[in-house]
């Protein structure tokens, strides 16, 4: 190791601070674990979605027993889109090591974005223009921060719901997470995992009261409603729309989403290839079991003719004043619902950020390497401070041995997006704007990615010359089985929201408080975003007669007999077009790669 941190010296020594800048990665003490991968997955799924969205499904719906089969569809699906992320995941990005035979895969933040990039690769930019710009914008979880302002006014007992103070605490809440994280790495990874183990005892906690309700015991509430699994009635709908369906599903895709989460910090990860398949199966696993039977404990409860034809509060929030008949009970669950969405903005306030940073690592953003690089966060300065330890310079620190740093201003890009989703969505009452903006990032970040991801991964399968086989690191039995089953689903709902649902359903415009075919409209127009972006792009280099470079070099050691990366230097740089070549890219560093820093092996 003594190879690698020589050279991480001589480059940071020799870097160009006007258009390089040098990355690195957590040291083997910071990295994430097992554990944290599981919570961030429950953390992020374990949100709004399982307390909200039953009421619209089972609006959706018509039918108790045809919810339940669709909650059950819903884990199904999302594992189906976990495994197709884990077989691009742990397969790229690939790298040509030096000495070595081939390409080896090194692990890379990023998520879908460096998947996209590797499949449509060219012209250079545009892939990343098309996914970056959608996910800067909608990248966030901004519905749920409005959520959490209603859920506030609801847990201090109001009835009414003021605009203007819900947007305040939405605006205060996300700003709070954002400082969170700026302030220390590891401590909004301990409050995550904190949030992650609440959540899942919370849950059991419903579905026992569900349980105990269901076996006749009345609690001080109303009786139980185990008629609602009568099989004689427990089909019986008369929704015959396909959209409220189609609609019905999303939302529930919408609540399982989360999977994605810990390939966003993919390389923050210790020996992903070895953690990530059990770790994420078995959190998926966990998020399928405890929403259909959070869904059963509902239902245990509450009797459909209660529900139907329109629920006028969160089933959750039902579910408690049924079980304790007390209207401190509702009071309870909207306090426990407001910290449940607190976590879910906790972990996507985490997660979301570091892909904003791997965007911005592209140069396709304004200030891109600024939003591309990380600082020492405050907490471990202060702390090395406190301990009596001079603050390490740039040049003294190394891979092995640095303070934890924290991507600063794509924690803040993370944060004004967030803010100006709820600023553009302010005209609506808090329960519009929310169902609006949770809509959206379903149709877009859930459905439209998992649409285009899933198919990049059938035209790899089946697309021969690109022999995608000899690079893929995990397979599972009936390949591409995966693949077709979340590319078909994603499909299907895609196109089902254009169909105009019936006037009494939940998605009708006389509910939603917007025209149905909104959504599906800006959907399908953020596919433009980017293209707009990437012509703007080429316009202005065209104009001022430059070109964009960039170049990001990883440094890379083996731990574990697997490459990961230990650090990477980020170059942009503009060249002048002129006739000659342009100039190389980094001039002052070496860019030949000693093999002693490739065959270490850390234990």
């Known amino acids: 190791m003594a190879a690698l941190e020589q050279e991480y010296r001589d480059i940071v020594e020799k870097v160009k601070d006007d258009t390089q ?73 690939l790298r040509k090591i030096p000495g070595q035979e081939g390409e080896h895969n090194v692990p890379r933040s990023g998520g879908e974005k460096n998947y996209l990039e590797f499949v449509f690769g060219k012209p250079a930019f545009l892939s990343t223009c098309m996914y970056g710009m959608v996910f800067v914008l909608l990248g966030n979880l901004s519905g749920n921060a409005i959520a959490f302002g209603e ?20 605006i205060g809440i996300l700003t709070a997470c954002t400082l969170l994280h700026m302030f220390s790495r590891r401590g909004g990874i301990l409050i995550n995992n904190a949030f992650a183990v609440f959540k899942v005892l919370f849950l059991v906690a419903v579905i026992i009261l569900g349980l105990i ?135 996507m306030t985490f997660t979301a950020a570091r892909v904003k940073q791997e965007i911005a690592k592209e140069g396709v953003l304004p200030f891109s390497l600024f939003f591309s690089t990380s600082y020492t966060s405050p907490w471990a300065w202060l702390r090395n401070r406190s301990r009596g330890r001079a603050a390490l310079k740039h040049s003294q620190e190394t891979p092995n041995h640095h303070l934890e740093r924290t991507p600063i201003p794509a924690l803040g890009l993370h944060w004004l997006s967030s803010v100006f989703l709820i600023v553009v969505t302010a005209m609506l009452r808090p329960n519009e704007s929310y169902l609006f903006l949770v809509s959206l990032y379903s149709y877009v970040v859930i459905i439209g990615f998992g649409f285009v991801v899933s198919g990049a991964l059938l035209y790899l399968t089946f697309n021969r010359r690109r022999n995608w086989s ?47 075919w909104i959504i599906p409209m800006i959907g399908q127009s953020t596919w433009l975003w980017g293209i707009f972006w990437f012509g703007l792009l080429h316009l202005f280099w065209r104009i001022n007669g430059v070109e964009l470079v960039v170049m990001r070099v990883p440094i890379i050691a083996q731990e574990h007999g697997h490459w990961v990366q230990k650090f990477e230097v980020v170059t942009h740089e503009r060249h002048v077009k002129v006739a000659a070549p342009p100039p190389p890219l980094m001039q002052n560093i070496e860019m030949s790669m000693r093999p002693a820093s490739f065959h270490s092996d850390i234990e």
């Open 470 to 516: 000899a690079y893929c690191n995990f397979r599972i039995p009936l390949r591409p089985l995966h693949a077709l089953v979340y590319f078909t689903s994603c499909g299907f709902l895609l196109y089902a929201a254009f169909a105009k649902p019936q006037l009494d359903s939940p998605f009708s415009e006389r509910y939603a408080g917007y025209p149905w």
């Open 151 to 170: 859920y506030c006014y609801a847990a201090a007992g109001s009835t009414e719901k003021p605009r203007g103070p819900i947007i305040g605490i939405a």
């Open 213 to 347: 309700k269901a076996d006749g015991h009345r609690l001080g509430g109303a009786q139980s409603a185990t008629d609602n699994f009568d099989a004689g009635v427990s089909f019986d709908s008369d929704r015959r729309d396909v959209v409220s369906w189609a609609n019905s599903l999303l939302y529930i895709l919408y609540t399982y989403s989360g999977f994605e989460q810990p390939f966003y910090v993919l390389s923050e990860v210790k020996r992903p290839r070895a953690v990530f398949p059990s770790a994420t199966l078995t959190a998926m696993a966990m998020a399928t079991v405890l929403f259909v039977l959070t869904n059963v404990a509902y239902f245990c409860v509450i009797p459909k003719a209660d529900l139907l034809p329109r629920v006028s509060k969160p089933m959750a929030v039902i579910f408690a004043q049924n079980v304790f008949g007390s209207p401190n009970a509702k009071r309870a669950m909207s306090a426990l619902i407001a910290m449940s969405i607190l976590g879910n903005l906790i972990v």
């Open 21 to 93: 800048r040098v990355e690195i990665t957590p040291t083997t003490s910071q990295l994430l674990g097992r554990f944290t991968v599981i919570c961030l997955i429950l953390n992020r799924t374990i949100g709004s979605g399982i307390f909200t969205t039953p009421a619209y499904v089972l609006e959706g719906t018509g039918s108790v027993g045809a919810s339940l089969l669709l909650w059950t569809a819903g884990g199904l699906i999302a594992t189906c889109g976990l495994l197709v992320w884990l077989e691009f995941g742990l397969s790229l990005p």
